[in-house]
């Protein structure tokens, strides 16, 4: 298993540029989700999916799009990319937990994205 | 809104316990989270506990929950050097324990 893996490690993007950052699980979770993470503050939730076709907004979704077309993959994409989205980016996933159950999130590596 | 909030650094020496402390304020957080972050990668789960546990013990590691306050804690008993990293405290709720607030990160530094 190579649990979750982000592409690229690092990117440097134009004011206005478009990209998307790549998300992939092999361990057949239900759950993805991609967090910001800025100097001084904790992660912050963007976008989340309980399961292929679904998605859902988190607490900063502004200025990303995602789509779950499978259940392995979970793209972020920044349409017109602004300085203020300069962070680094973490996508997780984990199983999704029964009633009143509780399941481990993990993460991938992260994605170190600057925009000038 | 919910709030998650530490403190950004503490410093021990190799052998000490280490404390980390944490408030929050959504008084209907089913499940609080220690996680790790080493650097340059991604966050690690260490412990979780319950909202209706007091305390829960895990090796090396002891959390404190304190429901009244809203006040959780890490202990880490023989600190080691390959503890230096971020501790994040996050709270979850009951049918979202994957939707989780985080704070923003206590620096552990382990002095040799």
């Known amino acids: 298993n190579a649990g979750v893996t982000q592409t690229p490690k690092f990117q440097v993007l134009k004011t206005g540029q478009s990209m998307t950052l790549q998300c992939a699980q092999d361990?057949?979770?239900?759950?993805m989700s991609w967090y910001r993470q800025d100097p001084g503050m904790g992660l912050r939730l963007i976008h989340y999916s309980v399961g292929a076709g679904i998605t859902d907004q988190g607490e900063v979704p502004n200025g990303y799009n995602v789509s779950r077309s499978t259940t392995e993959d979970f793209p972020l994409r920044l349409l017109s990319a602004a300085p203020s989205q300069t962070s680094v980016y973490f996508c997780?996933?984990?199983?999704?937990?029964?009633?009143?159950?509780?399941?481990?999130?993990?993460f991938g590596p992260g994605t170190r994205l600057l925009v000038l | 809104g919910e709030d998650v909030e530490q403190s950004l650094f503490l410093s021990v020496r190799e052998g000490d316990s280490s404390v980390i402390n944490c408030t929050y304020t959504d008084s209907s957080s089913t499940y609080l989270y220690w996680y790790k972050q080493e650097p340059g990668a991604g966050l690690q789960l260490l412990t979780y506990i319950f909202s209706n546990m007091d305390m829960k013990q895990d090796q090396r590691l002891t959390v404190l929950l304190n429901k009244k306050d809203k006040h959780l804690s890490l202990r880490i008993a023989d600190t080691q050097t390959g503890d230096s990293a971020i501790y994040f405290c996050a709270e979850g709720g009951f049918d979202s324990s994957y939707k989780l607030i985080f704070g923003s990160g206590t620096r552990l530094l382990v002095r040799p």
């Open positions: 997780a996933s984990s199983p999704l937990a029964g009633s009143g159950g509780v399941e481990t999130q993990y």
């Open positions: 361990m057949n979770h239900e759950y």
